[in-house]
């Protein structure tokens, strides 16, 4: 198999469109998710997709997002200010065309929820509106936002304050099987995949062969 | 499908292994990357698995992964912040084992390299050592580490200094074909997959139907 060496002057000497889908095809696969949000008059709501929510920590329960706050998602940026809560919502298989339409540049007075098939649901009180149609949804608190200066986004920390999850995915140590949920993994800036899993492992110990736990 | 709601104070109050099990699946799948260090007297290799590794931005193009400095993982800070540059492997289905056992604690002394049956690979004179084994690999230049004081861990920053990828999963756009290249996405803290696109689609506009690029 031939390859290729890209050096960073190549890289930045690349054709705009070109880069953009190789860097952000570089890192692997990506978490797929629709972020949801309202107002702070509770009128307006906003669905988002993100490829960039990450876990941060189990204790406190800390999730991280990427933002461009010069883009579509500063609504997202808006309502999470004004309220301080969001939904993170797992996209599966069935709603990727509606999840990656979210995506278009609509008018801040547009919800995303009207120009698609998804439907906003408010659940256990729950301020900010979750995806009905998707089947692993997280209520999130905003806990900080940190400046890149490197680039000029935002991070986005928040802590878990709900989960609802399906109790079929729900295995008896607390792994969630998102295989049985359908939720599928991005790559680059626009391609949907729905992993299947090849081995799920025991804890790693030295000098101790790996062993499986789930093919 | 029943499902299930798990409120802040229920998470709280789980058994730690259910708990950290139930957090690391909540985000979706993962990023699954080998992160290759040497210390500062380029003698000692030092190679971990990672699934944080997120795009911050592509101009310029910046990486970030996130690290908590107490564990198995202060190998990769102590090289980063000595010599300033790592690499990003993509972890591929034929070393998910390998990658796996990465993450067992083995003393500082003692280089994963060693321990599994991954190859250290310099390669195009960059200082941190590749995993010849992968087919993607990033070198990574660092630039800012940035403490997250809500729970201890730090978001390490890069910029990309070179890429290595196999021609054939370079499309003509920069798309890289990830099912090509066989690389591996993680869900929760052990499990590997296997992913398939569905769809890979237009740029999204308002009002217009999402057409397809690719199955």
Redesign the interface.
């Known amino acids: 198999?031939?390859?290729?060496?890209?050096?960073?002057e190549e890289?930045?000497e690349?054709e705009h469109?070109?880069?953009?889908?190789?860097?952000?095809?570089?890192?692997?696969?990506?978490?797929?998710?629709l972020i949801g949000t309202i107002d702070e008059a509770s009128q307006q709501t906003n669905l988002a997709v993100f490829?960039?929510?990450?876990?941060?920590?189990?204790?406190?329960?800390?999730?991280g997002f990427?933002l461009?706050p010069t883009t579509v998602f500063r609504g997202t940026y808006n309502n999470i200010k004004k309220t301080g809560y969001y939904t993170?919502n797992?996209v599966n298989?069935s709603i990727?065309?509606a999840a990656?339409?979210?995506?278009?540049?609509?008018p801040a007075e547009?919800s995303e929820f009207d120009?698609t098939n998804l439907t906003a649901a408010f659940?256990?009180g729950f301020l900010a509106p979750y995806v009905k149609e998707a089947?692993?949804k997280?209520g999130v608190e905003f806990?900080?936002e940190?400046p890149?200066?490197?680039?000029g986004?935002i991070?986005i920390?928040g802590?878990?304050?709900?989960?609802?999850?399906?109790?079929?995915c729900?295995?008896n140590?607390?792994?969630?099987d998102?295989?049985a949920a359908e939720?599928?993994?991005v790559?680059?800036?626009?391609?949907?995949?729905?992993?299947?899993?090849?081995?799920?492992?025991?804890?790693?110990?030295?000098?101790?062969p790996?062993k499986k736990?789930?093919d």
Chains 1, 2 share one sequence.
Do not use: C, W
């Open positions: 198999m031939s390859t290729r060496v890209i050096q960073r890289l930045s690349m469109l070109f880069r953009i889908n190789l860097v952000n095809s570089i890192t692997g696969y990506k978490s797929a998710n490829s960039s929510v990450t876990h941060f920590g189990s204790a406190p329960p800390l999730l990427v461009r993170i797992h298989a990727i065309e990656h339409h979210t995506s278009a540049k609509y547009v120009q659940e256990n089947t692993i997280i806990k900080q940190i890149i200066a490197l680039n986004t991070l920390l802590q878990i304050k709900e989960l609802i999850v399906p109790d079929e729900l295995l140590d607390g792994f969630l998102l295989n939720t599928v993994t790559s680059g800036l626009d391609a949907y995949h729905l992993p299947k899993r090849l081995a799920r492992f025991e804890y790693a110990r030295p000098n101790q790996i736990i789930l």
